[in-house]
């Protein structure tokens, strides 16, 4: 991985309570050693509660709640998993509205585990092929999506992986993703 092939780029990571945490933190990590930076956005001011699978984990500080986030201060969406953050965030109108708004404008999103769910609701996943946890893989087909068992898919502006056994394949797939945005999106 190139280092600092994401200067200047600007990452949203729509998250809430009892997301997987490795699927925040890997992905983070990841993005800000290459140069981007990031924000964690939460419907909720305060801290967020992170998981290792079903037992909690760490907190983390919420940078700005969804109702302060403008879609289009960012250049591009990462949304983790775990399946009581996805479940939670794909019913909150304002985080299926800045989805949408930033696939409109064709800004990258990195997607991993239980984390399409948000696109299922916001109605986004309609001809794309991805993949995801394997429980979830009926919600995307039955919302017209392609679903497919692979490490990591990359279809147009999306990243998706499985499971965090994925993140070493989902961590250069998204940089490489967003790396090439960035040429198109400076313009």
């Known amino acids: 991985m190139q280092k600092n092939t994401l200067d200047g780029l600007r990452v949203a990571i729509l998250v809430t309570d009892d997301f997987e945490q490795v699927e925040l933190t890997e992905p983070k990590k990841a993005l800000e050693q290459a140069g981007a930076t990031t924000k964690i956005i939460s419907p909720k001011p305060g801290q967020i509660q992170g998981m290792n699978h079903d037992v909690k984990a760490d907190t983390f500080p919420v940078d700005m709640t969804l109702g302060q986030a403008n879609p289009n201060d960012f250049d591009a969406v990462l949304l983790p998993g775990g399946a009581l953050n996805a479940d939670s965030l ?64 990359r279809d147009g502006t999306w990243v998706s ?18 790396a090439g945005s960035k040429v198109t999106l400076q313009q």
Request: hydrophobic share 40%.
């Open 90 to 153: 794909r019913m909150v109108p304002e985080a299926q509205n800045f989805v949408r708004q930033a696939d409109s404008k064709g800004k990258p999103i990195a997607v991993i585990c239980h984390g399409p769910w948000l696109l299922v609701s916001a109605g986004l996943v309609k001809g794309k092929t991805m993949t995801s946890y394997y429980t979830i893989q009926d919600d995307i087909r039955n919302a017209g999506g392609n679903w497919v068992d692979q490490e990591m898919v």
């Open 161 to 178: 992986s499985r499971s965090p056994k994925d993140l070493p394949a989902f961590n250069q797939g998204m940089v490489e993703l967003f």
